[in-house]
């Protein structure tokens, strides 16, 4: 078992066959929260200036980023998709068989808020997770306490 994100999950398609040799589920529901489970997405925030020079071209890229045809190639071989043409779409549910064991923890799903510094963001969240998994008798409310301090200092 491991918690690994569905990006993950076509790479291990290519060697084993979903539902025979492996298979996935969201993550376990904390005991005494269970009526408060959300999954959470986290995304690369793309943010435009409002002074940008060149504000057709950020059009057109943005675009480009939001294409059902673009959105289907990435989603079908990589990350999953909010574009519900997409995930409903044959080839989408062809290439990601997993897709509908994760309907209902995805219709829960909270967006993580943006940040200007999110590539920060998100290496302090890396590491506060290698640090529970590579620490397990430390509290956890000791390492939560130590990576929030970290958090805090971006703003």
């Known amino acids: ?39 959470l997405w986290g995304g690369w925030p793309m ?18 980023l939001s294409d059902t045809e673009i959105v289907s190639e ?20 062809e290439a990601k068989p997993w897709a509908a064991d994760f309907e209902e923890a995805f219709s829960n799903t909270i967006i993580m808020p943006s940040h200007i510094k999110q590539g920060e963001v998100m290496n302090i969240l890396v590491d506060a997770q290698q640090e ?13 306490a130590e990576f929030q301090e970290k958090l805090n200092e971006l703003e």
């Open 1 to 39: 078992m491991a918690p690994i994100g569905d990006n993950i999950f076509p790479l291990i398609q290519e060697e084993m066959t979903y539902g025979e040799e492996w298979t996935a589920a969201p993550q376990p529901k904390r005991p005494g929260a269970e009526s408060n489970v959300h999954e």
């Open 47 to 64: 943010m435009v200036s409002s002074k940008t020079e060149h504000p057709e071209a950020v059009m057109e890229v943005l675009k480009y």
């Open 74 to 93: 990435v989603a079908k071989r990589y990350q999953p998709t909010t574009n519900s043409e997409v995930m409903q779409s044959e080839e989408y549910v």
């Open 132 to 144: 529970a998994l590579q620490n397990t008798e430390r509290d956890p409310a000791e390492i939560a």
